[in-house]
């Protein structure tokens, strides 16, 4: 019994990559066609791209059942031939998460002349990604109050 755990938990990581695949494609054209907006509609993702609040502090623990959906999405986004941007693999990670009800927010910063955004996921106002801290929210890059 024990020698199949190994085989059941490639098979599920297979499943899990297919998946992400598929919902990479989806991705990809509601990117290109109707943007950010469009492609959270269409995954079932809330996004937060006018408010100035800045993520808590903290840390956040993803269910166990998890582990395998977020590895799986990591793998193929890295190797997705389009690009490992932040933005694509926070929806990915959204889509598949969204049970967790995630919300994407984007950031900027710029530093000496360089001007730099970034794409970051929230659960209950904490976010997943600890680089996020060092990006203003959108809706302060806008002008919003912060």
């Known amino acids: 019994m ?3 755990r190994p085989l059941r938990r490639a ?3 297979g ?3 297919a998946r992400a695949v598929v919902t990479l494609l989806v991705i990809e054209v509601c990117l ?3 943007g950010v907006d469009t492609a959270c509609a269409r995954l079932g993702l809330r996004s937060d791209l006018t408010s100035a609040r800045q993520p808590r502090a903290g840390h956040v623990v993803l269910p166990r059942r998890t582990k395998t ?3 799986a999405c ?3 986004a890295s190797a997705w031939p389009a690009g490992d941007t932040c933005l694509r693999r926070c929806l990915l990670l959204g ?3 969204r049970q967790l009800d995630p919300v994407l927010r984007i950031g900027v910063r710029r530093e000496d002349a360089v001007f730099a955004a970034h794409a970051w996921l929230e659960i209950d106002g904490v976010a997943l990604d600890p680089a ?3 990006y203003a929210a959108l809706g302060t890059a806008n002008g919003a109050p912060s």
């Open 69 to 71: 959906p977020v590895r």
């Open 11 to 13: 098979a599920r990581f």
């Open 2 to 4: 024990s020698q199949l």
């Open 15 to 17: 499943v899990e990559a």
């Open 132 to 134: 996020s801290a060092g």
């Open 95 to 97: 889509h598949r998460l």
């Open 32 to 34: 290109r066609t109707g």
């Open 74 to 76: 990591c793998a193929v």
